[in-house]
């Protein structure tokens, strides 16, 4: 009788195989669908898949996207700030952490401030606004000063490349992004 | 090529017993990278995952509706509890670390790392995202099989003698596919954007002031320059997606993508990202090397004066 060579990584007996097969589907399973779910390729192929596979990507935090800097990287310095306007009619002005303003260690540790702040002034991102005013509010309210009004300003300054490519910085803008009037149960 | 000789590489590839090490050494930096953000989020546990956070476990619902893996979404919403909730993750981040009940502390710390996740996905950066999803296949890994409280709890036992047994390496391919497809898609979505192909890309990055970190010569701004780190951003990124899986050329790629990682965690200020990113090159490194690598090691600790044999 001629001998097989044995194959490498095979299973032999049967509660393996049974292992090998059940692994096997796991693994084809999630490279087809976190290929389709990452790379950007408009087939409707791709989409169905993607849309049949997000319910288990979103339930199991599978769900991923790679862009960094990517289409476009950012053009312009932004912060956001807030102005608060108390119930004696004073008012006063709160910045998110801007790193460029931070030691290297406090960058460390506020880093989260930045993006959160990156992703406040986006539309899709709405929802966040009123959150967000509320938190500030909290944030620079005492019983005896209260707050009555909070308005979040998104400020941006265009980074404009130059021939040369010497970087001058252009003057800041702003716009009002949300205004919230603070209600006595926000403060709780 | 044959079905059959397909089905062989396919075999080979996943299945073909190697040592555990790159895998257990991943585990080691893996744990203490999720340590480390643990850490810097620390004083901010509550701001972001409290009762009264920035955003409202009501609002993420809205904003990211369906169901989730997410413990926040059980645990009762108080400010001891989410503090336990985090002890717990920082504990069990740690057991991981050294390996003790590994495979249930990979469990426990994916489920965590999940659920702050889940319970707000607009403070988070790439490297967060790519512990989680590596997170997820660790859990499958053969991640105490070496380097661990687990594996000397064996040993003692008499279950597993000194020698490192081979394991069936899938789960660490899987992490593998991850770090490359990170890198193509990455690519893919650049070719996208103009400033990329017309070597712009880097000017502005260079110039976002909340990422500037340390000074850059001003050479390194100079136009050409700028086009050539651009374009080399774009060979890079296809390379580590792509060619890394060639075998004679892995070793270069890696180095190359140490350089690119390393020069970025000196310009940008996007703490932690460049470590979870690297984390994950160890995964591409010969068991054989890293053996050769911890022999030469100890050879040198030996024949130290300082540690006389």
Redesign the interface.
Known sequence: MRNRPK????PTNALTKAK?IT??AF?VF??LA??CW????DSPLITLCKDRVR?YF?????F????????????A?T?VEATIVYKDGSRTTWTFP???QLS?TE???K??????AE??PLDQ?D??L???AR?IA?LNSTPSHPARTVMLIQKWSF?V?R?????VPEPWSQHILYGYGVKPEDLQ | MKLRSLIEAWNAFFFAPQSPLPIVLFRIIYGLLVIATLTLLRPDWLAWYGPHAWVSLSTMHTLEPGTRLNLFAVIPQTDAWINAFFWIFLGSAILLTIGFLTRLNSLLVFLCLASIHQRNVYILHAGDTFLRVAGFFLIFAPAGAALSIDRRIRIRRGKEDASIQPRSPWAQRMIQFELALMYFATFCVKLKGAPWLQGTATYYILHLDEFKRFPIPSWFLHPLMLKLESWTALVLEFSLGVLIWVKELRYIILTLGLLFHLSLEYALNIPLFQWDILSAYILFIDPADITRAWDWLRTRRVASPSHPA
Not at chain 1, 7 to 10: A, F, L, P
Not at chain 1, 111 to 116: C, Q
């Open positions: 194959q490498v990584g095979r090998y692994i096997n693994l999630h490279i976190i290929a990452c790379l950007p390729i319910p979103l339930w199991s935090g599978l991923q996207s790679w862009d960094m800097f990517s289409p476009l990287p950012k053009s310095n912060y801007r790193m460029d290297l960058r460390y540790f880093e989260r401030y930045r993006k959160f992703n406040l991102n929802a966040l009123p959150d967000a938190y909290r980074i490349p021939a040369d490519g010497s970087y």
